[in-house]
């Protein structure tokens, strides 16, 4: 079969023969559709059906049992007066600001240190990995231990240097702990794609900007930097959606208690802990509706950049 | 030269801050309780290791069938989740199948809070018998993972030109073929970065699997978790057997690192 010719002129040679099932399904035309089908039945069984699920409940009165009661829009009337999960959505944006900014400043910064040929350069990018690759779960049970005020292994070192004990879980400040137990973990990220990226820069250019006497601070920023754009956009894409959705930390840790209440931990406390499914819902498709259409907008920039190479 | 010291020094912080809380896993779990909440610094590392807190763990508790568990579900799932993202991200890499839309619904599955997402899930996992399954948690994982995996393919399917594929085509092959002997290969690197980190994410997972599983399918980060108890913590117990579990993990970095820093671009960066 000629495939460069159009899509199913291949076939008219033959079509006295009705095409197989397989034929067809792995025809020029059709093969696109094919090859997505396991993709979509996932999508619909685990993503749409929930979705709607929780639409139609969002809708209603239900506390797990009896009959769901229909009350309209009374859950989003009451969603928009309510302090809690207010509070809850400013500290999820709080800290997926915080946490994007330190992670592609660091980040940036250690790709940079370490995009060199250096002497045990493995050692140290295999150490530098092992964060990210660690249960966000027992990281929580791990560091609630290490931090704690009494015989946490930081305030036992910390008043052996004659420092002072301090209480990491204080309401004021233990939204910031939860930050920092965060980009601990997520560094490795954004330092590790960034570091891919620099290694794969064209080094003719850089060569001939040197050649030229560019100024380092010069290179960077008109060079290093639009270049690693795409990737500083993925990287900020990919990393808000899964800080909107942050849960783990909270869990071994402050059970979103002194004000570190997230968007995630509320919606779980609504739903699974005072049974409310209905409220929960709700909370859900607004919380869900706002991040799908901050993200789409990034999503389509994205994928202007990530088109193929033609 | 001083260039050179100011590089170490900074090595040297930014590793110590990394491996420090890793290390004192390693340390806990062979302390005794004497030594557990001990304040003086000295004792931090010197102290009369014990196996007590190991053989508590494999004796009272079925560490080694949960931590079986994982192992199922977690290479399972990603040998599922590969193959179904292998397919559909070529498809979106060779053809924009939907305009980036369906790619994008795709990668948006991980917006949509799962806390929430578990009611319709239980409910219809309850009907189907699937709760406490090896099945039904597998399952969960491909969905959770797809996504990611999806988008990760996409960048390396995006890297192989389109002129290797066409000139093959011409040569009489087939696309399945074309797929099988000429892209396959090519994305190679691609496809190992794809798997590793399904299958540490799976391994790591705790949320669905603290909900949906109970005896036959637990994980073990769900026993690790039971040691957690709000006022009483056994930290012993926990970092036993979290010592245990990471290990895989802690070995894959090592491999890893060097896969990541030539594959993780994403296709996103154009020379």
């Known amino acids: 079969m000629l495939s460069n010719s159009p899509p199913l002129s291949g076939l008219a040679g033959e079509a006295a023969r009705k095409p197989t099932i397989w034929e067809t399904l792995t025809s020029e035309r059709y093969f696109r559709w094919t090859l997505l089908i396991p993709l979509l039945v996932l ?94 779960l027992i990281l929580s049970l791990l560091w609630n231990f290490i931090l704690d005020f009494n015989f946490g292994a930081l305030n036992h070192i910390l008043s052996a240097l004659g420092l002072g004990r301090v209480n990491v879980w204080r309401p004021s400040i233990a939204l910031y702990t939860i930050c920092f137990m965060t980009i601990w973990q997520w560094l490795p ?25 560019a100024s380092r601070w010069y290179t960077f920023r008109r060079l290093t930097l639009p270049l690693l754009s795409p990737l500083i956009m993925i990287i900020v894409v990919l990393r808000s959606m899964w800080l909107i959705r942050l849960f783990d930390p909270l869990f071994g840790t402050t059970r979103g208690g002194v004000n570190t209440e997230l968007l995630d931990w509320i919606t779980y406390r609504t739903s699974f802990v005072m049974f409310d499914i209905g409220y929960g819902s709700a909370m859900a498709i607004l919380s869900w509706a706002v991040t799908m259409a901050l993200c789409m907008v990034m999503f389509r920039q994205l994928m202007k950049q990530m088109a193929p190479k033609t | 030269m001083l260039k050179k010291l100011l590089f170490w020094v900074t090595t040297v912080l930014v590793l110590a801050i990394i491996v420090a809380p890793l290390a004192w896993i390693y340390l806990t779990a062979f302390k005794g309780p004497a030594d557990l909440f001990a304040s003086d610094l000295k004792r931090f590392v010197v102290f009369k290791p014990t196996l007590e807190n190991f053989v508590v763990l494999f004796r009272d508790y079925p560490f080694w069938p949960n931590l ?193 820093i030539r594959g993780l671009t994403f296709g996103a960066v154009k020379g």
């Not at chain 2, 491909?142 to 999806?150: C, H, L, M, P, R």
């Not at chain 2, 036993?240 to 993990?249: C, D, M, S």
């Open chain 1, 43 to 136: 999508l619909a069984v685990f993503m749409l059906y929930p979705l709607i699920y929780s639409i139609y409940f969002s809708f209603h009165d239900w506390g797990m049992q009896g009959d769901p009661i229909f009350s309209g829009l009374h859950n989003y009337r009451q969603l928009v007066f309510d302090q809690n999960f207010l509070l809850a959505f400013w500290r999820t944006l709080e800290v997926t600001l915080i946490c994007i900014v330190v992670e592609l400043g660091l980040g940036l910064g250690l790709a940079l240190l370490w995009n060199r040929d250096f002497k045990g350069q493995n050692v140290v990018r295999g150490l530098a990995l092992l964060p990210l690759l660690v249960a966000p």
């Open chain 1, 189 to 213: 990220f954004s330092t590790f794609v960034l570091l891919a990226g620099l290694k794969s820069l064209p080094r003719d250019v850089f060569e001939a900007a040197r050649v030229d006497g």
């Open chain 2, 68 to 260: 079986l568990n994982t192992f199922i579900v977690s290479v399972a799932g990603t040998a599922v989740t590969v193959i179904c993202s292998l397919m559909a991200a070529y498809s979106f890499a060779r053809w924009n199948t939907g305009g980036g839309d369906i790619l994008f619904m795709t990668v948006s599955t991980r917006m949509f809070p799962m806390a929430v997402a578990a009611v319709p899930h239980f409910v219809f996992f309850k009907n189907l018998g699937l709760l406490d399954t090896h099945l039904g948690l597998t399952l969960l994982y491909v969905f959770f993972n797809i996504s990611f995996a999806t988008f990760l393919l996409y960048g390396f399917f995006n890297e192989v030109p389109k002129e290797v594929e066409q000139a093959a085509m011409i040569d009489g092959y087939g696309r399945i073929e074309v797929f099988r002997k000429i892209v396959f290969p090519l994305i190679g690197p691609g496809l190992a970065v794809t798997s590793v980190f399904c299958l540490i994410w799976m391994w790591n997972e705790f949320f669905f699997a603290f909900l949906f599983t109970r005896d036959d399918a637990r994980t073990v980060n769900v026993l690790l978790s039971s040691f957690w108890g709000g006022l009483q913590v056994q930290y012993g117990l926990m970092t036993a057997g979290a010592a245990i579990t990471i290990l895989p993990t802690l070995i894959a970095a090592w491999f890893m690192q060097r896969y990541i």
